[in-house]
């Protein structure tokens, strides 16, 4: 069987100086009509034992970014790292069942987590296309789903099971990606569908939850079931108050937390290549996913994705913070 394109190894990891660095905002820039005005990161990152900027593994990244307690805000940049963008690639489960979705690889190399983006209610892969790439800018790949927009939560929740599945028992067909570190994100109704998949013990490391969305009758128990670390990113519900939402944080066992973004509303949580990346409330949302993603796929645990959030939360652009 013919291998999607997406799938083949990725280039050798680039040096990362001031002309590359201008090289990879032209490939992005070149890869869509508009990209968001959100700028890029001064930020570099070495080989301790070589003291130099390449090759570089996610690891040693990782480990750099949570080292320096890099605040939230930094993550409003685009990181320093070019993206392989790959579009309408079919993840083929069965001879019969193909799920599409894009992929945004980052050239930081094999082993680079994996952070799988799913959407709400109503809307598709492309209402996330931005975060998904950002992710990768960051040292992550990501894979941005496209489901039925308006089918069972709860049966996306299993697909999102198999799809994890599927990814972990095939290495070989996924050599950019570490299959042993993956994150689900899922936004509003997106978001219960991510919980049914970890109630029912899909293999991820944790999970981010944007402004979710109660949905089915078995949500609270399936919710009670994840072991794994779990964060809500919530809009501000003086604007938006998302359905259910006091379901999720309520049923978690531990290891989890919510807090809000000030003046967002429900959509702010999404981001599209096409937006200009103005919107203050959607930039609030894909810096703390960041912050987010790393502290999960580096530590298994929230503790920096807290100790980032700091500076944002005393300046009350995140607020109403929970922890458990």
């Excluded at 990209?35 to 930020?43: D, E, F, K, Q, V």
């Excluded at 960051?138 to 089918?151: A, C, D, E, K, Y």
């Excluded at 996306?156 to 070989?172: E, N, Q, S, V, Y």
């Excluded at 100790?307 to 005393?314: T, Y």
Aim: one cysteine or more.
């Amino acid at each position: 069987m013919t291998q999607p394109p997406v799938l083949r190894r990725l280039p050798h990891p680039l040096r990362l100086t001031a002309a590359l660095l201008a090289i990879g905002l032209l490939m992005l820039a070149g890869s869509c009509a508009q990209m968001p005005s959100t700028g890029i990161t001064t930020l570099q990152f070495v080989d301790d034992k070589r003291g130099t900027a390449a090759p570089l593994e996610s690891e040693t990244v990782r480990a750099q970014v949570v080292e320096r307690n890099i605040g939230v805000d930094q993550f409003r940049l685009r990181g320093p790292f070019e993206v392989n963008t790959q579009s309408g690639v079919a993840i083929r489960l069965s001879t019969k069942e193909r799920i599409p979705a894009d992929f945004y690889l980052s050239s930081l190399g094999k082993s680079a987590p994996l952070v799988i983006l799913l959407h709400g209610y109503n809307n598709g892969k492309a209402d996330h296309a931005y975060q998904g790439m950002h992710l990768a800018t960051w040292g992550m790949n990501s894979i941005v789903l496209q489901l039925p927009s308006r089918g069972s939560w709860v049966a996306h929740g299993r697909t999102l099971a198999r799809i994890i599945d599927h990814i972990r028992k095939r290495p070989a067909d996924f050599p950019a990606i570490d299959t042993r570190s993956i994150v689900l994100v899922g936004h509003s109704f997106g978001g219960s569908s991510v919980a049914y998949a970890m109630g029912q013990g899909a293999a991820a490391v944790g999970a981010v939850l944007l402004d979710p969305a109660a949905f089915g009758g078995g949500l609270q128990n399936a919710i009670g079931r994840i072991n794994r670390p779990v964060i809500v990113l919530g809009a501000d519900e003086e604007i938006f108050p998302a359905r259910g939402r006091e379901v999720f944080l309520r049923s978690l066992r531990g290891n989890a937390g919510e807090l809000s973004v000030r003046n967002a509303g429900h959509e702010d949580a999404e981001f599209r290549l096409s937006d200009d990346g103005t919107r203050e409330e959607q930039l609030a949302f894909v810096s703390a996913l960041t912050a987010a993603a790393i502290s999960i796929s580096s530590t298994g645990q929230l503790d920096y994705a807290w100790q980032s959030f700091e500076p944002a939360i005393a300046a009350g652009r995140l607020f109403d913070v929970k922890k458990k």
